[in-house]
């Protein structure tokens, strides 16, 4: 009678899927981890290459500036110079 109720509750018992050992999990997990890490460092990567394109278009404005300030101050000289010299002609 023993052997009937075993395949009885055998039965009743739907199948699931196959347990994964520990060793199996343990893969499992550290591939999470792996591609956890590569996508932390590919967005490192990115938030560098961006605050680099930052830093470099801040340089590029200051350089621009810097040449605009350099050519209004020799504009206002050669004015200074016109000036001056119409003045002397008068």
């Excluded at 023993?2 to 347990?19: K, L």
């Excluded at 350089?63 to 002397?88: F, K, N």
Aim: hydrophobic share 40%; proline share 2%.
């Amino acid at each position: 009678m023993s052997a009937r109720r075993s395949s009885v509750i055998a039965a009743d018992v739907e199948p699931t899927e196959p347990t994964r050992s520990v060793d199996q999990t343990h893969v499992v997990n550290r591939s999470t981890e792996m591609q956890l890490m590569h996508e932390d460092l590919a967005r490192a990567h990115a938030a560098q290459r961006l605050e680099e394109a930052v830093r470099r278009e801040r340089a590029h404005r200051l350089v621009a500036a810097h040449r605009a300030h350099r050519r209004a101050e020799q504009a206002a000289s050669r004015a200074r110079r016109l000036l001056a010299s119409v003045a002397a002609l008068d």
